[in-house]
């Protein structure tokens, strides 16, 4: 029996897209208010679900304790209140879109799921706009 146990997470990060190979011009067209030159901050709301079965002794597919306190020492605590282009080596060179963000989340918690349970990531950017990854 599958079941799937979330955990939600919320951190505030500031960040700015823009490619330096393109145009002022064609920056903004693309990436619109995200290409602001002095950052702006986004109040990101994270989904953390582990699917798997039930262990028969605990009851459990994942102890959620254990996921809150992963979540706050790897993901947290390398992304709350930062300059997401400037404090977070990973985006030093690639855009921190909700997408790029997603899979780097997906990326840092994988190592430490027990590889039999399926991992999701579900990270809203806005209350309207999120992205789903699942590896
Ligand atoms: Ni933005």
């Known amino acids: ?3 799937k146990v979330s955990r939600r997470a919320h951190f505030n990060a500031a960040h700015r897209l823009y490619r330096p190979d393109w145009s002022d011009e064609k920056n903004d067209a693309i990436f619109g208010k995200c290409n ?13 679900s582990v699917t798997g079965e039930i262990d028969p002794v605990t ?24 300059n997401l282009n400037q404090q977070v080596p990973e985006f030093k060179k690639l855009n921190p879109t909700a997408e790029n963000i997603a ?3 997906w990326n840092k918690l994988r190592p430490h ?11 809203y950017e806005t ?4 992205v789903t990854y699942s590896g």
Do not use: W
Request: proline share 3%; glycine share 4%.
């Open 36 to 48: 602001n030159p002095h950052f702006h901050g986004h109040n990101y709301e994270l989904v953390v």
């Open 103 to 105: 899979v780097f989340i």
């Open 59 to 82: 009851g459990f597919v994942i102890d959620i304790k254990i996921l809150k306190d992963l979540i706050k020492s790897e993901i947290e605590d390398a992304l709350d209140h930062k």
């Open 113 to 123: 799921i027990e590889s039999s349970k399926k991992l999701e990531v579900v990270l």
């Open 127 to 130: 209350p309207r706009n999120f």
């Open 1 to 3: 029996m599958s079941v």
